[in-house]
């Protein structure tokens, strides 16, 4: 079974403060994503990688960066965190071939709480 | 907004019944896919019927999906109080290589 591990279930930082969400896949998944979900609005897309080093801006990247330096790790980072950055984050892989779009494999999320 | 719209948005029923779920969207897509979330959990995917598919099932999930009206529905047959979550559809449009777009979500309860 494919297994998406995030690094916290739950964090807690202070406005302006640097914060880094990880993202570890274990079945080689060449995509992998970042998205927030917030109540009414649905998931959106923060930032994908379809490769090690590549990146792709979603449809909310502000306030947000990412990396991707091995191709099972993909992190999240708050450069200077905002209470509107108060989310569930999740992250997602999958094995995408043509670039169709498949199945994506979940992480069990991180919900992050901005003081 | 190419999102999908789920509908109803709400839906509670007893269990056994069968629980029906909807999703318009508004481009041409590759795919479309269902997904469940558990409360405060990451999301479970259920079954993908790709644009030249009209039907799929698994197990108790049947997926109909009709590219002329831009609509597809999930069914749960039977359904148990298991199987109370959120679903929601994502679609690949056309053109947009890996990316999914959700829906808001459907809140499904079902009553023991």
């Known amino acids: 079974d494919v297994k998406v591990t995030q690094s916290s279930r739950y964090l807690v930082k202070r406005t302006g403060e640097k914060v880094f969400l990880e993202c570890v896949q274990d079945m080689d998944h060449e995509n992998m994503f970042w998205y927030r979900q917030d109540p009414g609005l649905g998931l959106r897309l923060i930032y994908f990688s379809y490769d090690v080093k590549m990146k792709e801006k979603g449809d909310i990247p502000e306030g947000y960066s990412v990396s991707r330096e091995k191709k099972e790790r993909f992190s999240l980072i708050l450069e200077s965190a905002s209470t509107n950055q108060t989310s569930m984050y999740l992250c997602?892989?999958?094995?995408?071939?043509?670039?169709?779009?498949?199945?994506?494999?979940f992480g069990p999320g991180t919900r992050l709480l901005v003081l | 907004s190419q999102q999908g719209e789920e509908d109803p948005q709400a839906l509670s029923i007893q269990e056994g019944e069968n629980a029906t779920m909807n999703c318009s969207y508004k481009t041409s897509i590759n795919n479309l896919q269902w997904y469940r979330q558990n409360s405060g959990r990451g999301l479970v995917h259920l079954i993908l019927?790709?644009?030249?598919?009209r039907e799929k099932h698994s197990g108790r999930l049947r997926v109909t999906l009709d590219t002329s009206k831009k609509s597809s529905s999930l069914l749960i047959t039977a359904s148990r109080a298991a199987d109370t979550a959120s679903y929601f559809c994502a679609t690949v449009h056309t053109g947009a290589n890996s990316k999914l777009t959700f829906g808001k979500g459907i809140t499904l309860s079902v009553r023991p």
């Open positions: 019927i790709r644009s030249n598919e």
């Open positions: 997602a892989s999958s094995l995408d071939v043509g670039g169709l779009g498949e199945t994506q494999y």
